[in-house]
């Protein structure tokens, strides 16, 4: 019988995503967000690639994607609302992580295996920052699938893309809890 890491199992079985709009300062300091950081990073990685990279996001840059978002929503022809909520969450956020996918050339380890060690990361992000007490969102937007807001924002090269902005600070609120998925109708058993 395997020996169970039960506060481990009962923190997954109850983890919850905090909305960002729900964080506040303070955000964790360099210090805090390093073994964070260490935990993402070991995400599943077929053939070691490493494919995917971090880009902290202060405070301090905050305003500036902000700014960069409502350009490039006025850019691509995004409505007002679309645009607002585009730079809300950088005009809100305190702390963000970009996890970068870094597609590397691979002749073992397929493009979608390399997305899926990249999502992995995120994830293993998000339970980390939760598990050390911050609030945490996962979010994406229009505006970090844009090619020109990833070069001008943060810097990414044309082989890079974002696959996740997760978004680390203090809990405000505690949200309700949400209904989940009917695991009888989301699962199959195949015997024979």
Not at 36 to 63: C, N, T
Not at 87 to 99: E, I, K, N, P, T
Not at 112 to 125: H, K, P, T
Request: charged share 25%; with cysteine.
């Amino acid at each position: 019988m395997p020996k169970v890491n039960k506060a481990v199992l009962d923190f997954l079985l109850t983890r919850r995503s905090r909305p960002a709009k729900t964080l506040v300062a303070p955000a964790p300091t360099r210090a805090q967000l390093g073994p964070i950081l260490q935990a993402a990073a070991r995400s599943p990685d077929h053939g070691k690639l490493e494919p995917w990279r971090f880009v902290v996001i202060e405070r301090g840059a905050m305003a500036r994607l902000a700014d960069l978002a409502e350009a490039c929503g006025v850019r691509l022809g995004k409505t007002e609302q679309e645009i607002a909520k585009g730079r809300s969450q950088f005009d809100m956020g305190v702390l963000a992580v970009a996890v970068i996918e870094v597609q590397m050339p691979s002749e073992k380890v397929p493009a979608i295996e390399q997305s899926y060690s990249a999502g992995a990361v995120c994830l293993a992000l998000l339970n980390g920052a939760l598990a050390s007490g911050w609030g945490a969102n996962w979010l994406s937007g229009w505006m970090t699938h844009d090619p020109e807001f990833c070069r001008q924002g943060l810097g990414l090269e044309d082989h890079e893309r974002i696959a996740g902005l997760i978004h680390i600070a203090t809990q405000g609120v505690r949200p309700p809890e949400r209904p989940r998925p009917d695991m009888d109708a989301k699962t199959k058993w195949i015997s024979i």
